[in-house]
């Protein structure tokens, strides 16, 4: 199974996949958790570029092709050989974050985003999209908090620079992607504590697995 989480930056996303993948190895099962950009050899050498604030002069169609490169190599080399071994993927940010960040936040045209993407993946989508949703006010509050604690402020904080118009139309683009897809994306308040939004992500993933006529063991 290939479960995605998404969000606005300082949205929990990362504390949320550790959650869950912590909640799978109790239960004896070995899930394979991943990130974009970084994920596989090549996109640990492009996360620099695409995410260090002092990144200058990289056009917005430079940086939609970076990320697209990145997540081909990503599935070609990690994800798609771990779902062929029958393993449960967790990623951290997937095609949704190209959608939301490049298409309705930068401004490119999301059916064609859409389009050239399925290119990148081979067509391949998550089974279960995780988007962690609260007020862009709140989630940079967090980011700002969570790099200045991590030292990162520089080397993750390009897109926290943004500005506030920016991230309240990519807030935007993804409430309008999970409206799209709701079968597919589970909206889950990240205002809550994360062992709340634990239990939301189980309640999400098992509504998904009964439909696949499966459980968590």
């Not at 993927?89 to 190209?98: E, I, K, M, N, P």
């Not at 709701?182 to 439909?211: F, G, K, M, N, W």
């Amino acid at each position: 199974m290939f479960v995605t989480f998404e969000g606005i930056e300082g949205s929990g996303k990362s504390t949320a996949l550790r959650l869950l993948a912590a909640y799978l190895q109790e239960r004896g099962h070995d899930p394979v958790l991943t990130r974009e950009p970084g994920g596989s050899t090549l996109g640990r050498s492009l996360r620099p570029i695409l995410l260090d604030a002092r990144t200058r002069g990289l056009s917005s169609r430079a940086e939609l092709h970076l990320f697209l490169a990145d997540r081909a190599q990503h599935v070609a080399e990690i994800i798609r050989p771990a779902l062929e071994a029958g393993q449960t993927v967790l990623c951290d940010r997937f095609s949704d974050s190209t959608l939301a960040y490049q298409g309705y936040g930068r401004g490119h045209d999301v059916e064609r985003l859409r389009r050239i993407n399925a290119q990148a993946t081979g067509g391949l989508a998550p089974d279960l999209t995780l988007l962690l949703d609260l007020s862009v006010a709140e989630g940079l509050e967090r980011a700002g908090e969570r790099n200045r604690a991590e030292g990162t402020v520089l080397s993750e904080g390009r897109f926290d620079s943004e500005s506030l118009d920016f991230h309240e139309r990519v807030r935007a683009g993804y409430l309008a992607l999970a409206a799209s897809e709701p079968e597919r994306i589970a909206v889950i308040d990240a205002t809550q504590a994360p062992e709340d939004v634990l239990l939301q992500c189980l309640s999400a993933l098992e509504e998904r697995l009964h439909h696949r006529g499966t459980g968590i063991a």
